[in-house]
């Protein structure tokens, strides 16, 4: 069999065992955060009343984000019933459709250049599968990694077009670049059009040309296709709901969330330059290298390879300044730009694999980093108890390995990439199997609830004592008591959760801080049960006597 059939077949198989990684283990952990167990219960009232235009929480309206996610997740319910695994499907879905996009432009990029670029395509995709940042965002209930995956083919599209002659084939890519903008706009807002359109705008500004005429002659189509694909959402919306849900969505959600702190999440400037290198892991020198390397690019030239560069390279520099200055700051609002990353990183290490360059510095400091990883982690795991220490050792060896072999070892180029790619799937397998699991336990209400459903507790009220838990809007749905503004009720005295007890006439379930437990144990009016704690919180039955 010819080396090249081989080499085929040996991607095929790793993109099937990528495949395999996105999807495994959806459902082994409950819904943590404070994001996706409200996410899921908007998608569930939806799904349950057959709604696909108004997103409600509680049954109050929720314009937060657009509708893209929660249809994937009303997908998921319909074939697979309403779980975390058929919840988290949809953005597992994205994060390989970004993958499948960036070896799309790799593999045209190779079609349409006169170089020599063998592994472009692969290496590009499989760092994008093992970027930590879409992994893990890939793995919950999320909106930044459906937007990723919607912008990702926007700009693909649009690179493409970049290298085509024919009018016909560069009018059906086009074509796609304004058909993903529409879904960018039904995944997380205004954003899926301005990252986009500024994205192609400082690609030419680096390029110092005027946008194409082509491309200028697209607008007065492809603004109308976008707006179109968008509209199935925002205009019965708009129709059924008017000012309040522009105010709520357009107002408060876009422009008081970048032009303010309204929604407590402030960071200092420099937030995403830091936060970037973990999420690029264990990518990030290489990375690094070729922003480095891009005073050497030809920004000017026509050539498919240089145009990729340019465009990543504009990818990576306008979501960063843009949410850079926001003034209310989450990690994944950078999702979108990390497969420009894997593009820049990926045309680092073809170089390096084929002998273009010697890139072994870059290929030992990932090695390195790799060490710092795993003392950094294993302090932080030992101090938290997080892990067993069997859990830990099966985790730190195979990174220890491979780190070895990255610093010592670097003639054996293609094996210290397929390494590094294969380690990292092999320590996130192990620590969901045997670490996430027990720490995910701890910051969700689901075991306690069902605890307490078995206890007779299946239809008492929900309320909050001093913390609220946002894990209870899905686990106990049509159970937790909302307040005026829209949250479940928070209580600051032991008094009022049993004047509610009284009220309800009635048992009802009070979470707690543990360390606040004792303010309900000790009410002498009441029969009190404490249902049991998941080491922070505590979910205690109280009925008046």
């Known amino acids: 069999m010819q080396p090249l059939t081989l080499a085929k077949r040996g991607w095929l198989l790793l993109f099937l065992a990528v495949t395999a990684f996105y999807f495994y283990g959806l459902g082994h952990i409950p819904f943590v955060g404070p994001d996706e167990p409200r996410y899921a219960q908007v998608a569930r009232e939806m799904f349950l009343r057959r709604d696909l235009v108004t997103p409600t929480l509680g049954g109050e309206t929720w314009f937060e984000k657009p509708p893209l996610l929660y249809w994937g997740m009303i997908a998921g319910y319909r074939l697979f019933g ?37 592994g472009l395509a692969p290496w ?12 893990v965002f890939s793995r919950g209930v999320g909106f930044d990694i459906v937007v990723t995956m919607t912008i990702t083919w926007a700009l693909c599209f649009f690179l493409v077009s970049e290298f085509e002659s024919d009018e016909k084939h560069r009018r059906r890519l086009m074509f796609g670049f304004y058909f993903f903008i529409g879904l960018s706009l039904l995944a997380k807002g205004l954003i899926g059009l301005v990252i986009p ?24 189509w492809g603004l109308p296709l976008a707006f179109a694909v968008a509209s199935i959402w925002y205009l019965p919306v708009i129709l059924k709901h008017g000012w309040p849900f522009i105010d709520e969505f357009f107002v408060q959600h876009h422009f008081a969330r970048y032009l303010s702190n309204k929604y407590r999440h402030p960071q200092p400037f420099y937030f995403y330059l830091l936060i970037l290198i973990p999420m690029s892991l264990p990518w990030t020198v290489f990375l690094i290298e070729g922003i480095v ?26 979501p960063l300044a843009f949410f850079s200055f926001s003034g209310s700051k989450l990690p994944g609002y950078i999702l979108p730009l990390l497969p420009a990353g894997a593009l820049i990183a990926g045309d680092r290490l073809r170089m390096f694999i084929s002998g273009e360059r010697d890139g072994r510095s870059a290929m030992r400091m990932t090695g390195a980093l790799f060490l710092v990883f795993v003392m950094v982690g294993a302090v932080f795991v030992v101090r938290s108890g997080g892990l067993s220490r069997t859990c830990l050792v099966m985790i730190v060896i195979p990174l220890i390995i491979t780190a070895t072999i990255c610093i010592f070892w670097t003639q054996r180029k293609t094996l210290t990439a397929l390494l590094v790619t294969a380690t990292t799937f092999v320590a996130l397998i192990l620590a969901l199997n045997c670490g996430v699991s027990s720490f995910a336990t701890r910051e969700s209400m689901r075991d306690l609830l069902q605890l307490a459903d078995s206890r007779g507790y299946g239809s008492a009220p929900v309320y909050s004592l001093h913390q609220i838990d946002r894990s209870v809007e899905f686990y106990a749905a049509g159970r937790v008591v909302y307040g ?20 309800n006439n ?13 303010q309900l144990t000790g009410l002498s009016d009441a029969r009190v049960e404490v249902i049991g704690d998941n080491g922070k919180l505590a979910l205690v039955g109280v009925a008046r006597e």
């Open 197 to 220: 359109f500024s994205v192609v705008g400082l690609y030419q500004l680096m390029r110092r040309q005027f946008p194409a005429r082509h491309f200028l002659r697209t607008l007065w």
């Open 124 to 135: 590009s995709g499989a760092i994008t599968a093992s970027t930590l940042g879409i992994i």
């Open 484 to 503: 005026v503004e829209g949250d479940p009720v928070r209580f600051e005295s032991a008094l009022d959760i049993l004047d509610a007890a009284r009220r």
């Open 293 to 318: 390397k891009s005073r050497s690019w030809s920004l000017r030239s026509n050539d498919p390879v240089d145009r990729m560069r340019v465009l990543a390279l504009a990818w990576l520099i306008m």
């Open 506 to 518: 009635g048992p009802i379930l009070a979470i707690v801080p543990v360390e606040y437990k004792y």
């Open 82 to 118: 309403v779980n975390e695994w058929s919840a988290r499907l949809a953005p597992a879905l994205s994060g390989l459709l970004t993958v499948l996009a960036v070896l799309w432009t790799g593999r045209r990029v190779c079609q349409y250049s006169e170089r020599a670029l063998s």
